[in-house]
C-alpha cells in the first residue's frame, strides 16, 4: 500500500476559501486533487466558516468547479451556530439573526423564531453578510446587553475576496462586543463544534484537516486532536507558520494539495535533505537530494524552530543557494 499521506485518512476535512478555490475560481491542482481522492475512497467533507451562503449553494458552486459534492458533504458554521443555539433555548425562542438568510433558515429550521430586534430577543445569533449596517449592530448590542444569549457563527476578522481581505465576520462581532462589554460562544474554526460536527457526520475514523489558514483551520485541527496539512495557497504564509504558536502548528506544510500523494513524512516539519539548520536558525546546504527544495527548507526551519520553543523568528541563509531559498520564501533577514 502506498504510504503516501492520502493513504493514512479516510475523510478529508477541508476548508474552502482559499483552500479549494480563490474567488470564483478553482485553486490550481484542487480539482484533480479532491477527485483523485474520492477515486480511492476518501471522502471530502467541505468545512466553512463563511455562514452567508446555504450547504446546496456551497455544493452547488463547488460542483460547478468540478469538485465531488452534494449538499450532504457541506458543514457551514451556520449550522453548527443554530445547534448551539438549539441545545441552549427552548422550542419557540425568539433570535435576533443578524445575517443572510441562509443563517435564517438554519435556525428556523431548529424550531426556533426569529425576529429583527432587540426586544424579547432570547439570543442573538452573527454570521457573516454583505449587507449587515449599524442598525442591525446596533439591535445586537442592545439584545447582548440585556443577557441574551449570543453566538457567532464565526470570528474571522477578514474574508478573502477578489480585492483582497475584507472585514469578515469577526470584524462585525467586534463591533458588538466593544459596544456591549460580553463575549460571544463561538460555533466556527478555530473553536471544536464545526470539525466535530463534520466529523460525526462523515464518519471519519481517521480524518486529516486541510486549510491555508493558521489561526482558523490549523488551530481548529489541533483543537480537536486530528492531524492537520497547511497550505501556502490562501492566507498564511512561510513567515507565519514559522512564527506559529504551539496550538496553530500544522502536523505537514505542503504547497498545495498535490501533496496529498506525497510521502507523508516528507510533508512533516524537521530535518530535511539537502538542508542544515543551526540553533540560531542559520540555514546552510543547496537543498541537493530535496524533491522541494523551498517547502523541504521550510519544514527544516520550523522543525529547529518550533524544538527549541518558536516565536518570531530572525532567519539567515549562507551561501547563495540556501539565500535564494529564503528570498523566495519572504524569510530573509539579512
Given at each position: 500500500m502506498t504510504d503516501d499521506l492520502l493513504a493514512r485518512h479516510d475523510v478529508l476535512l477541508a476548508d474552502l476559501d482559499g483552500t479549494l478555490y480563490a474567488g470564483k475560481d478553482a485553486v490550481p491542482g484542487a480539482v484533480e486533487a479532491v477527485v483523485n481522492a474520492a477515486a480511492r475512497g476518501v471522502r471530502t467533507a467541505y468545512v466553512t466558516n463563511n455562514a452567508s451562503r446555504r450547504p446546496s449553494e456551497v455544493a452547488a458552486h463547488l460542483a460547478e468547479l468540478g469538485f465531488p459534492a452534494a449538499t450532504e458533504d457541506v458543514r457551514t458554521s451556520?449550522?453548527?451556530?443554530?445547534?448551539?443555539?438549539?441545545e441552549q433555548l427552548p422550542a419557540g425562542a425568539s433570535v435576533l439573526v443578524v445575517g443572510t438568510v441562509a443563517l435564517v433558515e438554519e435556525v428556523t429550521g431548529r424550531g426556533l423564531t426569529v425576529t429583527d430586534t432587540a426586544e424579547g430577543a432570547d439570543a442573538v445569533v452573527q454570521g457573516h453578510s454583505p449587507d449587515?449596517?449599524?442598525r442591525q449592530l446596533a439591535e445586537a448590542t442592545a439584545a447582548v446587553?440585556?443577557?441574551a444569549l449570543w453566538v457567532a457563527t464565526n470570528v474571522d476578522p477578514t474574508l478573502p475576496t477578489e480585492r483582497g481581505p475584507m472585514p469578515g465576520n469577526g470584524s462585525m462581532v467586534g463591533v458588538v462586543r466593544i459596544a456591549s462589554g460580553k463575549e460571544p460562544q463561538v460555533a466556527g474554526?478555530?473553536?471544536?463544534r464545526l470539525i466535530q460536527e463534520a466529523v460525526d457526520a462523515t464518519g471519519a475514523e481517521r480524518g486529516l484537516v486541510v486549510g491555508d489558514r493558521l489561526d482558523t483551520d490549523i488551530a481548529g485541527g489541533n483543537a480537536v486532536g486530528l492531524p492537520t496539512l497547511l497550505v501556502l495557497t490562501g492566507v498564511s504564509t512561510p513567515a507565519d507558520v514559522l512564527a506559529a504558536p504551539e496550538n496553530q502548528r500544522p502536523t505537514y506544510i505542503a504547497a498545495d494539495l498535490s501533496a496529498l500523494t506525497h510521502p507523508a513524512d516528507e510533508l512533516a516539519p524537521g530535518p530535511r535533505p539537502g538542508w542544515q539548520v543551526t540553533d540560531d536558525l542559520v540555514l546552510t546546504g543547496d537543498g541537493d537530494g530535496s524533491p522541494e527544495p523551498e517547502l523541504d527548507a521550510l519544514r527544516a526551519l520550523?522543525?529547529?524552530h518550533w524544538a527549541s520553543g518558536g516565536g518570531?523568528?530572525?532567519v539567515r541563509g549562507e551561501g547563495d543557494a540556501a539565500a535564494k531559498v529564503l528570498a523566495a520564501l519572504k524569510l530573509a533577514s539579512g
Open positions: 451556520s449550522q453548527a451556530g443554530a445547534a448551539m443555539l438549539a449587515t449596517g449599524w446587553r440585556g443577557g474554526k478555530p473553536a471544536p520550523c522543525g529547529a518570531p523568528a530572525a
